[in-house]
């Protein structure tokens, strides 16, 4: 939202929060005079940016002190301040979220240099500490792309990509999927115009034809949940411009993308959503092998749903997602939800959720304590936690996430060290597969134990990709 002024922000935050407005002018006043004589790209004047990124954090339902520290975001990078004025003039607690914040923006992956690869080092582990730094970084990235365009056409590449790489995958981990898909759009856009432009203008078209089909399933479904005495609200949910290009780029088409267009089932208790599920395999045939349960297992990120795809009339195939208005909160806003469901103590629950229920937390406090080397640890969060993932099941059907180019070594050492040092075969959706064989999506994985096996052998080295795998062999081998 371009062109908003204080009195804005103010509005929104009154929306859930009655109290310390003081504080909140306080801040934007002490911001803007800092940045008085400095300028945005656009001639605007640089104020209008942390009030925006302010607003993004507001409309998150952000707590007093991430507001405050999104109005001074870059008053220690851009002027004269310091953590200690801040904390002097605020509170010890926005003086850090401004401080986390600044260190972010010199994160530097592709430094060889042994200082900035420290540093590097002690960002992604302080990050952690706080995970509010990251969601004003993100608050503040995505309003520096929805500006990009009084970039230059260098810079304006050169932000996507790093956005790319980095920043749409942080929002991914935290669960915030709005952000990501903003962020992803964004960065495509500049990318790849040409094939920006191709591809949304494909989805107008595919989108027009759908509409009327998904206009009347939703009628008919909202008329069969009341029957039922279910209240209900339903959604259209369309998949972002980036996501149909990587599923195109995996060779499907257009048209075969089952979820580009799906319905949003949301109700208020979780039993409803099985009987929602009932009713819409009722109504509609539903298509063998789409039905999944993310609720009874939900995603690495913490999404959970039902997803089904039924045909639909007009020869049509729609997804229809299933689930509670506060599995919908964690969907859209991800760890960020809780400022507005838990607002009294959303700081802690944040914390708490991230480090036993996210997966990406667990990684990364794995390789700090594996990696003694700054350049070894900085290149391997790189590698696992900013490349591509896979998702593979256990027998168990609990979901596991590894790097692009994992094979069951990997597997079997992410599940326990014994498992992989006693591996002696794994099976890959019931068929033996060979030890170097690279881990697909949706592949169910057993691994064969042998307490009478060799063990692991140096050629594993070659085969496994992650870093506690690789440690693990040569801690083995070389006993
Ligand atoms: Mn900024």
């Known amino acids: ?51 925006n990124v302010a607003y993004i954090l507001a409309d998150m339902h952000a707590d007093m002190d991430t507001i405050c520290a999104g109005l001074l975001h870059d008053t220690i990078e851009d002027t004269g301040v ?52 990251i969601i004003i970084k993100l608050a503040d990235r995505l309003h520096n792309m929805r500006t990009l365009q009084y970039k ?12 790319m790489e980095i920043f749409a995958p942080l929002a ?19 990318l790849k115009p040409d094939l920006y432009r191709k591809i949304a203008g494909q989805k107008k078209k595919v989108e027009e034809d759908y509409l009327p089909t998904l206009k009347e399933i939703q009628t008919q479904l909202k008329t069969f949940l009341g ?27 257009l048209s075969d993308i089952h979820d580009l267009f799906a319905l949003k089932v949301m109700v208020d208790e979780l039993v409803d959503c099985y009987k929602a599920l009932g009713l819409i395999h009722q109504l509609y045939h539903p298509v063998n092998g789409k039905f999944k349960d993310y609720i009874c297992n939900p995603k690495t990120n913490m999404y959970q749903s039902l997803h089904t795809t039924v045909f639909a009339p007009c020869d049509h195939l729609v997804q229809v997602q299933i689930r509670t ?45 594996m990696f003694g080397n700054n350049q070894e640890f900085v290149s391997q969060v790189k590698r696992e936690l900013f490349s591509e ?31 992989g040092n006693t591996m002696a075969g794994a099976f890959v959706n019931d068929e033996l597969v060979p030890l170097n064989y690279v881990l697909k999506n949706k592949d169910r994985v057993r691994i064969i134990t042998d307490e009478l096996s060799f063990g692991p052998r140096d050629e594993w080295l070659e085969y496994a990709k992650t870093a506690s795998a690789r440690k693990r062999i040569r801690e083995f081998c070389h006993r």
């Not at 003081?22 to 934007?28: F, G, H, P, R, S």
């Not at 240099?113 to 500490?129: C, P, S, V």
């Not at 059907?397 to 599940?415: C, M, N, Q, V, W």
Request: proline letters at 3%; a negative charge; one cysteine or more.
């Open 227 to 253: 029957y039922e005495n279910i209240a209900s609200d339903i959604k259209v949910r369309t998949k972002n411009i980036y996501g149909i290009y990587k599923r195109l780029n995996q060779g499907q088409r």
């Open 152 to 163: 230059s056409s260098f810079k304006q590449k050169e932000n996507s990509l790093e956005t």
């Open 389 to 419: 993932t896979v998702y593979v099941y256990t027998t168990k059907g609990d979901i596991i996430e590894l790097p692009k180019g994992s094979t069951p070594i990997d597997f079997a050492y992410r599940i326990h060290t014994d498992i």
């Open 1 to 51: 939202m371009e062109g908003i002024k204080l009195e804005d922000l103010l509005t929104k935050i009154q929306e859930y929060n009655l109290d310390n407005l003081e504080e909140i002018k306080k801040a934007y006043h002490y911001a803007e005079k800092l940045h008085d004589g400095q300028f945005r790209q656009s001639g605007e004047p640089y104020i209008i940016h942390p009030l």
């Open 172 to 190: 991914y981990y935290i669960g915030a999927y709005r952000i990501k898909s903003e962020l992803e759009d964004l960065s495509f856009q500049y």
């Open 325 to 369: 208005f506060d599995m919908d909160k964690i969907a859209s806003f991800g760890l960020t939800a809780y400022w507005d469901s838990k607002p009294d103590c959303a700081r802690d629950i944040m914390q708490k959720e991230l480090k036993d229920k996210y997966q990406f937390y667990n990684s990364l406090m794995e390789m700090n304590a």
């Open 82 to 133: 310091t953590k200690e004025d801040i904390a002097h003039e605020f509170n010890p607690t926005v003086a850090n979220l401004v401080d986390g914040v600044t260190k972010l923006a010199k994160m530097n992956f592709s430094s060889k240099e042994d200082q900035a690869l420290a540093n590097t080092r002690k960002i992604i582990t302080g990050i952690t500490e706080d995970v509010r730094i």
